[in-house]
């Protein structure tokens, strides 16, 4: 049977293991408190939408943090030229959303639309707009869906084919010519 001697110190690797350890556990929590608890007016925190969604069929939700998210569709607007933007906004109180396109994989210049608050319908947002014709030809479309709450700004973004919006909007009554100065994207020189 073997005596241990209790003055027998640590060995150094060992402290150094501990110390290395403890320290990364609170980077660790920091940058997690960071993350969630953050109040920032001027930076946007992103979180990713729910995975599977299609954005052309029926909508798309994403989390904005603890207990809050954001749901959002894009289709025809009936009685108006376009498209209806819907954003429902469960878990914060929304001040403003605003819906951001922007062309992926090309020079394609952004549009943003602001959404306005429905009466009575809570924390539902609805805006109309159109990305014009030409967006024909831009294949790739993001929209980023922005919530400015008393928590900060949140958001999500939402990827798209325009092929498929063509084909979405294809009940439209007659295909209008549009110029350039209507169209959201521009050509970079060759």
């Not at 001697?5 to 960071?34: K, Q, S």
């Not at 025809?76 to 001040?95: I, N, P, Q, T």
């Not at 210049?109 to 947002?125: A, V, Y």
Request: proline share 3%.
């Amino acid at each position: 049977m073997a005596v241990y001697d209790e003055d027998t110190a640590r060995p150094r690797m060992l402290t150094l293991l501990i110390g290395v350890t403890l320290a990364t556990i609170v980077v660790a929590l920091w940058y997690l408190l960071d993350y969630y608890l953050r109040e920032s007016d001027s930076e946007v925190t992103w979180y990713p939408p729910k995975h599977g969604c299609v954005l052309l069929d029926g909508g798309c939700q994403a989390g904005l943090g603890l207990d809050s998210g954001l749901s959002y569709s894009l289709r025809e607007a009936s009685g108006h030229d376009g498209l209806r933007f819907e954003v429902d906004v469960y878990g914060l109180a929304a001040k403003q959303v605003y819906v951001e396109f922007i062309g992926r994989h090309m020079n394609i210049r952004s549009q943003r639309f602001t959404l306005t608050r429905l009466p009575g319908k809570g924390e539902r947002f609805v805006g109309f707009g159109d990305l014009g014709l030409c967006s024909a030809y831009v294949e790739a479309w993001r929209a980023q869906v922005v919530v400015v709450s008393d928590h900060g700004l949140k958001g999500s973004w939402f990827d798209f084919d325009s092929a498929g919006l063509a084909d979405a909007l294809s009940r439209r009554e007659a295909t209008r010519r549009a110029g350039e100065k209507d169209c959201l994207w521009t050509q970079t020189p060759a």
